[in-house]
């Protein structure tokens, strides 16, 4: 009889969406911290790692549930603006490896085994990032600021004219673009120069970055804390010595850029061994 | 971030803003949640590449109309999300993909045409 209830046992109704991985977290720290749906995160201590959740309710963030509720736009935003608040939260008390979005377990026991399974890589990555940020710096194309030689004055038909004219554009055109992307690649190496560690990651498109202008660096940068004051200048002097950019610096963000096990090595600037 | 420092924002003005006013633009977070962080196999699969409105919107937007251009696709000609110059899609739903990449192949000759006119709009850069 009892072996027959056993069977019959419910499939869980919450599963554990993780958030990142912290070597510890203190229970006062962590009821401070809203999760996914506005309640605390809490722990799952194992290898002698945290691995930091939300409680998620099997019927929004199942498998099917959450395939269907990553479609909705506005569902979207709000998880990734909770998934994000919470690393930050994190980030600001020590290193934290943050975890992709939609990283859900069906119980505590298989985040556990997560920890358990990955803890030397883990442990790695924690002491690489501590006492360091994560600095974005994104390059936009200054409107005007690498001015078209004047037209040179020639004989010739007005079509011949033309088309000479429009060579000519499309000559400046391209070397304007190789400026660019000169004083952007320029910039970037610079900037790997003060930092830990850089990545380079595609120009966001107009509709997302909100510029009006074109990006032409999206960069991130794994910075010391002692370096920091060094590492802002030198973004302010950069700005200055190429005016064709507009540079932003923004952050400390958590760590998302530097906790790939493999990372692209044409994205890859500089790793230290 | 161990320092404990609020999270600033510093234009090349060498002006330094203080931040923590407004939260952080909404597309920088999804570039960081959706392509970055470590990938941690948990019980419910789903990959992020399944996910259809990432796929074909999200995603390639962030990696920038250039690269989706790339690789041939131009969903947000279509989109009224994205696009005032919205048209219907000619074939909506998931297709298998090689029937996509049949209709692939007439875009990259389309795509000669954009590269025009994407010069244009470098052009209008030059003040």
């Given at each position: 009889m009892g072996s027959m209830v056993d069977a019959a046992l419910p499939a869980p109704t919450a599963g554990a969406w993780l958030h990142g991985v912290v070597r510890d977290a203190g229970p006062a720290t962590l009821a401070r911290i809203g999760g996914m749906d506005g309640g605390p995160v809490r722990a799952v201590s194992a290898a002698g790692l945290v691995a930091v959740v939300s409680t998620a309710p099997l019927d929004e963030y199942g498998e099917q549930p959450l395939r269907r509720n990553l479609e909705d736009l506005a569902w979207l935003e709000r998880a990734a603006r909770a998934h994000h608040a919470v690393l930050e939260a994190l980030a600001r008390r020590g290193p934290v490896v943050p975890a992709r979005?939609?990283?859900?377990?069906?119980d505590d026991e298989r985040v556990a085994r997560s920890l358990t399974t990955r803890r030397a890589e883990l442990v790695a990555t924690l002491d690489r990032l501590t006492g360091r940020g994560e600095w974005g710096v994104k390059g936009y194309l200054v409107p005007g600021a690498t001015a078209v030689g004047a037209e040179p004055v020639t004989a010739g038909g007005v079509g011949t004219a033309y088309l000479r004219r429009r060579r000519a554009q499309l000559n400046a055109r391209e070397e304007r673009q190789r400026l660019i992307s000169a004083a952007a690649d320029a910039v970037h190496g610079a900037l790997c120069e003060a930092a830990v560690s850089g990545r380079r990651h595609p120009p966001q498109d107009r509709r997302l970055s909100g510029a009006s202008a074109p990006m032409v660096l999206n960069g991130a940068y794994l910075v010391d804390v002692a370096a920091l004051p060094r590492f802002t200048e030198l973004v302010g002097s950069l700005g200055g010595r190429h005016p064709g950019l507009h540079l932003e610096l923004t952050g400390p963000w958590p760590a998302y850029s530097f906790?790939?096990?493999?990372?692209?090595p044409a994205l890859t600037v500089r790793e230290p061994g | 971030m161990t320092a404990g420092q609020q999270p600033s924002v510093v234009q090349n003005s060498g002006q330094v803003l203080p931040a923590g006013h407004e939260p952080a633009n909404l597309g920088d977070i999804l570039e960081r949640v959706l392509d970055r962080g470590i990938v941690i196999a948990g019980d419910?699969?789903?990959?992020?590449?399944?996910?259809e409105l990432l796929t074909l919107k999200l995603r390639l937007v962030i990696a920038s109309v250039d690269t989706a251009r790339q690789i041939g696709i131009d969903w947000w000609e279509h989109d009224p999300w994205l696009s005032s110059r919205a048209r219907p899609p000619i074939e909506p739903g998931p297709r298998d993909p090689e029937e996509v990449e049949a209709e692939r192949r007439p875009r990259v000759a389309a795509r000669a045409l954009r590269r025009d006119a994407e010069a244009e709009e470098w052009d209008g850069f030059d003040g």
């Amino acid at each position: 009889m009892g072996s027959m209830v056993d069977a019959a046992l419910p499939a869980p109704t919450a599963g554990a969406w993780l958030h990142g991985v912290v070597r510890d977290a203190g229970p006062a720290t962590l009821a401070r911290i809203g999760g996914m749906d506005g309640g605390p995160v809490r722990a799952v201590s194992a290898a002698g790692l945290v691995a930091v959740v939300s409680t998620a309710p099997l019927d929004e963030y199942g498998e099917q549930p959450l395939r269907r509720n990553l479609e909705d736009l506005a569902w979207l935003e709000r998880a990734a603006r909770a998934h994000h608040a919470v690393l930050e939260a994190l980030a600001r008390r020590g290193p934290v490896v943050p975890a992709r979005l939609a990283t859900v377990h069906t119980d505590d026991e298989r985040v556990a085994r997560s920890l358990t399974t990955r803890r030397a890589e883990l442990v790695a990555t924690l002491d690489r990032l501590t006492g360091r940020g994560e600095w974005g710096v994104k390059g936009y194309l200054v409107p005007g600021a690498t001015a078209v030689g004047a037209e040179p004055v020639t004989a010739g038909g007005v079509g011949t004219a033309y088309l000479r004219r429009r060579r000519a554009q499309l000559n400046a055109r391209e070397e304007r673009q190789r400026l660019i992307s000169a004083a952007a690649d320029a910039v970037h190496g610079a900037l790997c120069e003060a930092a830990v560690s850089g990545r380079r990651h595609p120009p966001q498109d107009r509709r997302l970055s909100g510029a009006s202008a074109p990006m032409v660096l999206n960069g991130a940068y794994l910075v010391d804390v002692a370096a920091l004051p060094r590492f802002t200048e030198l973004v302010g002097s950069l700005g200055g010595r190429h005016p064709g950019l507009h540079l932003e610096l923004t952050g400390p963000w958590p760590a998302y850029s530097f906790v790939a096990e493999r990372p692209e090595p044409a994205l890859t600037v500089r790793e230290p061994g | 971030m161990t320092a404990g420092q609020q999270p600033s924002v510093v234009q090349n003005s060498g002006q330094v803003l203080p931040a923590g006013h407004e939260p952080a633009n909404l597309g920088d977070i999804l570039e960081r949640v959706l392509d970055r962080g470590i990938v941690i196999a948990g019980d419910i699969r789903v990959s992020l590449l399944d996910i259809e409105l990432l796929t074909l919107k999200l995603r390639l937007v962030i990696a920038s109309v250039d690269t989706a251009r790339q690789i041939g696709i131009d969903w947000w000609e279509h989109d009224p999300w994205l696009s005032s110059r919205a048209r219907p899609p000619i074939e909506p739903g998931p297709r298998d993909p090689e029937e996509v990449e049949a209709e692939r192949r007439p875009r990259v000759a389309a795509r000669a045409l954009r590269r025009d006119a994407e010069a244009e709009e470098w052009d209008g850069f030059d003040g």
